[in-house]
């Protein structure tokens, strides 16, 4: 570290140096080896450049994830008041007669929610509306394709959205929200096809259960790490006051 210091505090005097002779018109006699070697300079130029490319990094990183945390904030308000305006027009979901991996089910729920929200595209369960690979939060492959039981469409703020109905089984081992019945999961990619099209990261769940919408984990946030599916990180996102703690 100390060498390190050594090859910033000189590359700033013949930086300095440099200047000074460059404003009296006098370069050429300008020498780097008054200040170092022309391969200690090459160092000091890599070292700044790999610090600076860090720094970088976690800057865009961090910009990302607020733009992120504020896209999931946007669409759990919509879930939410928009399922009051489904549940008035359409009673509760429990009268929906709703099957599991059923695409007719995840069409049905669509159609209800869809006079409500603002659609760019509609896809049903052909491709164009979901970015693929997307990842569990372990890094592990987690959807290559579309399934003919989903349904799926975009947004106008570009937030991409996946309507599936699962077994109260699956939702409360995978999404761990504790359910009576079959029940509509909406999965939101919400910074759409931009990367990383990760579960936990910019993919979040919510569970129609009833008469409301319930953010995956809601009951039990077991899978939230990085070693496992993530799928029930979104409830743990909202507790921790809409920060991603568990990286």
Known sequence: MNYISFLLSNLIHWENNLKHLISRGDFRKFSVKSAFSLSELLVAL????????LVITNIVSAIDEK???????????SLTQVTQLVIVDNMSPLYWNLSEYDYNSAQKAYSYYRPYFKVLRECSNQEGCWKYPTKYLSGRVYLTHTEPYQYM???TDGMNVLINVFSKEIIEEEFGVRVDAPSVVFIVDVNG??????????IFAFVLDEDRILPAGADSTYNCNTAGFGLACTARVMS????????
């Open 240 to 247: 921790d006051n809409w920060k991603i703690s568990y990286y």
């Open 46 to 53: 890599t070292i700044i450049g790999v610090i600076a490319a």
């Open 153 to 155: 469409f975009t947004l």
């Open 193 to 202: 096809d931009r990367r990383p099209n990760q579960v936990g990261s910019d």
């Open 67 to 77: 733009k992120n945390m504020v896209a999931l904030r946007k669409i759990q308000n």
